[in-house]
């Protein structure tokens, strides 16, 4: 099969799990390094095929992100949104602490019509402070049009929305992209910390990664967290917020609300 074929095949299959409600999205917590306590969570795709299979966003992202037309991408964006800010009202609904939870945004949207009105609209009509929604974007969405992430990131701000930048460290300009972009957080790429902060290199760029976002007023996220010599280096060095296996997993909603009831919250 060749790729336009492939593309085509993953295109119908994203369509009908919208269509179809097959779309899953699973909720990861963060944890604070200061109490070991949940303090934010991330909202994760995934699509339910044919055969009951969980398909992850590796293998779907990257095709509707190259397709001419966005509708398929602004779409699944849109159903994202609308389930976390749904899982937003069910914590208010059950008198639990509100998390801020985080979003992914893709690249897309940079030169699409402004994802912010869609975004306010749908907090504003469930009556959730938009404090509590943070947008990921991913370091590289700079490559394609650096001024275009600056202004979308400047709307996202003024309408109360937290910007995180996912992925930081990979990219080839990130100094100068956090000299550009007024963020509020910084997630680490788990490659940063892939030798288990054993390696003496890793520990001093991460070390002072975390220092200087620290400086600059920035939360710090670290992603794919998966042992304790991990955790424990990221905690001693000041790292806000943890993510990663090690401590949790992906959950259904079902699966968080049980684990959120049954521990403590920051």
């Avoid at 917590?29 to 299979?53: D, M, Q, T, W």
Wanted: hydrophobic letters at 40%; aromatic letters at 10%.
């Amino acid at each position: 099969m060749d790729n336009k074929e492939n593309d085509k095949e993953v295109l119908e299959m994203v369509e009908e799990a919208i269509d179809e409600n097959r779309v899953k999205v699973y909720y990861q917590p963060k944890f604070s390094a200061k109490g070991i306590k949940v303090a934010g969570v991330e909202a994760l795709c995934r699509i339910e095929n044919e055969y009951h299979e969980l398909v992850l966003p590796g293998e779907f992202i990257p095709v509707l992100e190259r397709q001419e037309s966005s509708d398929a991408i602004r779409r699944l964006d849109w159903f994202i949104i609308t389930k976390a800010c749904k899982f937003l009202k069910r914590l208010q609904r059950e008198r639990l602490e509100l998390l801020p939870v985080a979003v992914n945004l893709s690249r897309r949207h940079l030169s699409d019509e402004p994802v912010e009105h869609y975004m306010c609209s749908t907090a504003n009509y469930m009556e959730i402070p938009h404090k509590y929604l943070e947008v990921e974007l991913t370091e590289s969405a700079a490559e394609d049009d650096s001024l275009e992430l600056q202004r979308l990131i400047y709307r996202l701000r003024g309408s109360g929305f937290r910007v995180a930048i996912d992925d930081f460290g990979t990219g080839q300009a990130n100094f100068k992209f956090l000299i550009e972009n007024q963020v509020d957080v910084i997630k680490l790429d788990k490659s940063l910390i892939s030798h288990g902060c054993d390696d003496p290199r890793e520990k001093e760029v991460v070390r002072d990664l975390i220092r200087m976002a620290k400086r600059l007023g920035l939360t710090v996220v670290a992603e794919g967290v998966e042992n304790a010599r991990q955790w424990n280096f990221l905690i001693d060095h000041g790292c806000d917020l943890l993510q990663g296996y090690f401590a949790a997993e992906p959950l259904s909603e079902a699966e968080f609300f049980d684990f959120y009831n049954s521990i403590e919250v920051e």
